[in-house]
């Protein structure tokens, strides 16, 4: 019964699932208007600062080129960047991780800080308001939910239920 079951329910949740994120992302993923016209002002930095930020952003460079799919170097990468004022260019390199990434709560709160930098409080807020869901999303998951979804997050289900394995969705 529970294989007629999981046979029905799956593809309902795919659909829902898409659903979701097609309306959740589809505005989030485009870059906004109010970043491009943005005025970005650089800050103050020593040149001994400023000497070591740019040696720090070039490491930070390298990680990504070593580990491309590594969303933490992929994060520092833009933090590096933002400290020497490249703010659009911090928001480009988070977009870029948020279509990497989609479910990672980091890069929406990290572009969303640097479009509070940029004076876009409305596609800021959007941004921190995905990152509250992604953040909360994890906590409504069911027992059930992990059992259907193992194999999108292994460690969010193993963590909270134990379940290392069961009903994969293909």
């Not at 898409?18 to 109010?34: E, G, M």
């Not at 990504?64 to 994060?75: F, G, Q, R, T, W």
């Amino acid at each position: 019964m529970q294989a007629d079951e999981s046979r029905i329910l799956l593809p309902k949740m795919r659909l829902l699932v898409s659903i979701v994120f097609f309306f959740l992302a589809s505005p989030v993923l485009a870059q906004t208007n109010c970043s491009e016209k943005a005025r970005e002002v650089a800050p103050q930095l020593s040149t001994e600062t400023r000497r070591d930020f740019e040696a720090k952003l070039a490491q930070a460079r390298e990680n990504v080129a070593k580990n491309p799919n590594d969303a933490d170097s992929l994060i520092w990468l833009g933090r590096r960047t933002a400290y020497l004022g490249h703010y659009k260019e911090s928001i480009r390199i988070y977009t870029d991780g948020i279509k990497k990434f989609p479910s990672d709560a980091r890069f929406f709160r990290h572009r969303g800080h640097r479009l509070i930098t940029l004076r876009c409080f409305d596609d800021a807020i959007k941004d921190l308001r995905t990152a509250v869901f992604w953040i909360a999303a994890p906590m409504k998951l069911s027992r059930m939910d992990c059992r259907t979804r193992v194999m999108f997050q292994p460690a969010l289900c193993t963590q909270t239920f134990g379940i290392t394995s069961g009903w994969r969705v293909t």
